[in-house]
């Protein structure tokens, strides 16, 4: 028993000499990392200076080339802000005044008389209408209406006609001397009506007329052998013509 304690004594003893070399290793070793820390500490400040400096200097640019970017951001809003804005109407002289007011007054036969020449006017022509008749026609109706006169779209209404054929055929009557316009605001339009100048001339009432095909017209007179006043052949052809119906005449 006495020689196991004295063995364990021993080598408790060599341990505790290998630790205290353990710990004497430890403490060289840490002295050592110490010194190695500060000498690379020493380079390391300044690789550390320097960039720091680049570090500054480049968000100061970044820094500036922002607030470049939003001036000229601004400067684009405020150009768009001024196309944006709507432009101020320039004040009209009386004369250009007094201009748009007729262009807005202007009725289709205004139009038309500015478009078109006096002989186009005067040689309007229907397709495949009589314009005789035509004309004959829109002087009978306006003759019943007498100085009332009637609005020209009534009247194109009832004889069927386009406003533009209408249109012109009343500036070919009024041209000719036919008839008169006056301008009129109906229903929040200028228009015309239509009055009754002069009744044309027809032939319709004289077109089997004796005298036209006579065969002594050159001895007629009104105090010769031969004349109006008695002669037979008028007189038949007026009784005849008053037996025929008024819608055949």
Known sequence: MAKKKDTLIDEAKKIKEELSELKNKKKTLDSKKKSAKKAAAKPAKKAAAKPAKKAAAK?????????????????????????????????????ELAEEKRIA?????????????????????????????LTNKVCDILGEKESDGMFQSELWKKLKLSSRDGSRLALKL????????????????????????????????????????????????????ISPKSCQFIEDWVIAEMKKPAKSK
């Open 105 to 133: 007054e202007l009725t289709l036969e205004e139009e038309l008389e500015e478009e078109l020449s006096d002989k186009e006017i005067e040689n309007f022509q229907i397709e495949k209408v009589d314009m005789e008749r």
């Open 174 to 225: 009024e041209r000719i001397g036919f008839i008169t316009r006056e301008k009129l605001l109906e229903n929040n339009r200028w228009t015309y009506k239509l009055i009754l100048k002069k009744t044309p001339i027809s032939t319709e009432s004289i077109m089997n007329a004796p005298c036209l095909v006579c065969t002594v017209e050159q001895k007629c007179s009104i105090d010769g052998e």
């Open 59 to 95: 968000p100061a640019k970044k820094a500036a080339a922002k607030p470049a970017k939003k001036a000229v951001a601004k400067k684009e809003v405020k150009k768009e802000e001024k196309k944006e804005k709507p432009v101020k109407a320039k004040k009209l002289t009386k004369k």
